[in-house]
């Protein structure tokens, strides 16, 4: 349609580069933004991998305290048993 009235000398030139220059930002200003929401979505990915691996730490040292705490009373019941006996 473009290439019909230009050879017609309906559009200007100036215009039709005008029209394709403010295209053009349209386009790197939609990719802009994209590259922008795709970079959040991943440092997202990343703290919720991070926060998922210190949960599971968490979990572990959880059960490593209590089975050292159980060990203790377990010890300390020992003893009291060799001091009654």
Known sequence: MFCVF???????PASILEQIELEVYKVKEEAFSRKEILEKVEK????????EWLEQYNMVALVVMYTCHTCHLASRVMIMIDFLG
């Not at 230009?6 to 200007?12: C, K, M, Q, R, V």
């Not at 997202?44 to 926060?51: H, T």
């Open 6 to 12: 230009f050879y017609l000398g309906a559009l200007d």
């Open 44 to 51: 997202w990915l990343s703290a919720r991998e991070e926060e």
